[in-house]
């Protein structure tokens, strides 16, 4: 069965310092989201990708975080420079339709 | 702007017990509802979802949710839980639109005491 990958499972990392994320959604998703997740919340919407174009970055802070689809397939979503508060569970899914997302296992980040 | 609330954040039952987890939302118009679980150490799945059709919808392991437009609600329920329920379940709206972002709850434990 198809997944969504992401890649590292875990960092750990300094604060001021950069840290980037890594997304390959299920073959053929032309849509793909990254979330972050709070202890103890729901996933919050970061930025929604239609093929290689940003459809909702409304909840991402710009001064800090990037996120980029360039050939419309893989992602990298980057932070920097990491604070404290950016410590989280960050997901990513891929759709053919907005109504089942397909979620990735996350990357859980630690900033120290 | 649209808001999800789920206010049990850890519910421990038996198994064989019933099940049901509250789901409220804030939106004035046509809304599509969703129910989503992670298991420990899985991905977050969907378990199932309401699209203006029959306000009882039928998820994967005998799930079902019931969709009462005039309470906001969207409550997940189950006759009969089993240990293997245990997991995190998460409520989610989407303004009736594919344009409109999902917005997710808190999420409610579920904790099965063999």
């Known amino acids: 069965e198809a997944e969504v990958a992401q890649s590292p499972r875990y960092k750990i990392t300094e604060k001021s310092q950069a840290v980037a994320f890594w997304c390959d959604p299920i073959s053929g998703h032309a849509t793909l989201y990254w979330y972050r997740q709070i202890l103890g919340q729901g996933p919050e919407l970061l930025v929604q990708?239609?093929?290689?174009?940003?459809?909702?970055d409304s909840q991402l802070p710009k001064d800090r975080f990037s996120a980029e689809r360039l050939k419309g397939v893989d992602s990298t979503l980057k932070i920097q420079p990491a604070e404290l508060g950016d410590s989280a569970m960050y997901l990513c899914?891929?759709?053919?339709?907005?109504?089942?997302?397909?979620f990735g296992p996350g990357t859980r980040l630690t900033v120290t | 702007a649209q808001s999800v609330s789920q206010h049990n954040h850890h519910v421990i039952l038996s198994e064989a017990a019933s099940l049901e987890l509250g789901c409220n939302y804030s939106y004035g118009g046509t809304v599509n509802l969703f129910w989503y679980v992670q298991y420990p150490g899985q991905h977050l799945q969907l378990l199932l979802k309401y699209f203006s059709e029959d306000p009882l919808v039928k998820g994967i392991k005998g799930f079902e949710a019931e969709f009462i437009k005039s309470k906001f609600s969207f409550n997940l329920r189950k006759p009969s839980v089993q240990w293997s329920d245990t997991a995190e379940y998460f409520c989610a709206v989407n303004a009736g639109s594919s344009a409109s972002k999902i917005i997710f709850g808190s999420g409610t434990r579920l904790s099965i005491r063999p």
């Open positions: 990708f239609q093929d290689e174009s940003v459809v909702d």
């Open positions: 899914a891929s759709s053919l339709n907005p109504y089942e997302q397909y």
